[in-house]
């Protein structure tokens, strides 16, 4: 007998993409732990010499840290763009209702690590200009740790996490494109331009194929190389540009017809697995040769470790309190306040972006290693903290909460 309940093709496909999302950027953060450890081994063994001069090889115009850096992470930011995008327009940010807790706990968790940084630099007008890296969470580390913790904690809060960070990214993405900005080329910004309306007309006119975006995005990718706007961010103009069809029930506007689907289905391994670990390899690695404890203490390295565990707490778990408080927002389904503190602490985790927001703050060598150790100190911290929180806490409540959940429903 034929069965008579409602036929949903699209939602499993939804789900399922949103579970591949998630598993691919826990794995890819547990690959990225174990890249930090290898890359800091590296540069305090025998072979660190050679670690260090193969990065300042020059192959072609750029060294191969900056091929990494401005190359490399260009696919980065395309990816970051590609998710913002559909998370914007067809995913878990799709409605004001949605994108309320997670971007005002994503501002605040932007806005205190700043306050804090500042606060501890304000002698040094120098160091003030890396107010910004502590600002950032890292997606995949977070996640990666949140996976280790299994179905103690509640698939909401993953969700929560991962549109918190997305949002983060998008006002990373922002600030530097706003006050990382080096001397402006104005022609190579002409060019651009141009290859961005360029872009638009394959938009409008309904290509359907991404070879003509893609080679149109390595122009672009040159062009703003050139103009002064960090190359990175041309990663990001493409994937807003890439077309996107919304889902509404039908074959042919499923998220397999979508080019920005397609692209970044094919983009996320590669990401997650090969092109973030050679970034966290090439730029994690610091000697700490004539370390001394007070390198430690200093502002920049405690601001910056200080913004990352004490500010991402403050902000995220603080505005998600007055809004649950004020009655504007819920807590995540099924989880509980000692969940939502875990959660919040791992938005500690500044790993990517907060290195990469460093290297365009600071050219001294010496300051960026300060830098370092302030991420991996905060993030080690952060990470920690977080995960003995939510291992701690009693499994008992998520079953129950889950199970009022379903009965509800």
Known sequence: MASTQ???PNRGRINSTLRQFLDNEASGGIVLMAVAVLALLTANSPVAGSYFSALHAYVGPLSVQHWINDALMAVFFLLVGLEIKREMLDGQLSSW???????AA??????????IYVAFNLGNPAALRGWAIPSATDIAFALGVLSLLGPRVPASLKIFLAALAIIDDLG?????ALFYTADLNLLALGGAALIIGALVVLNRSGVARLWPYLVLGVVLWALVLRSGVHATLAGVILALIIPIRRTSGTPEASPSMSLLHQLEHALQKPVAFLIVPIFGFANAGVSFTGVTPAVLVEPLTLGVAAGLVVGKLVGVFGTVAVLVKVR???????????????VALLCGIGFTMSLFIGLLAFDDPAMQDRVKFGIL?????AGVAG?????????????SAVDVSSHKS
């Open 328 to 342: 504007l927002a819920d807590l995540p389904a099924a989880a509980s306040w000692g969940q939502t503190l875990g």
């Open 172 to 176: 990373a993405v922002i600030v530097i």
């Open 97 to 103: 209702n949605r994108r309320l807790l997670p971007g």
């Open 387 to 399: 995960y003995t929180i939510l291992r701690l806490t009693d499994r008992r409540q998520v079953v």
């Open 6 to 8: 409602p036929v949903r």
């Open 377 to 381: 100190a905060g993030s080690l911290i």
């Open 106 to 115: 994503a501002a605040g968790g932007m806005a205190v690590p700043a306050l």
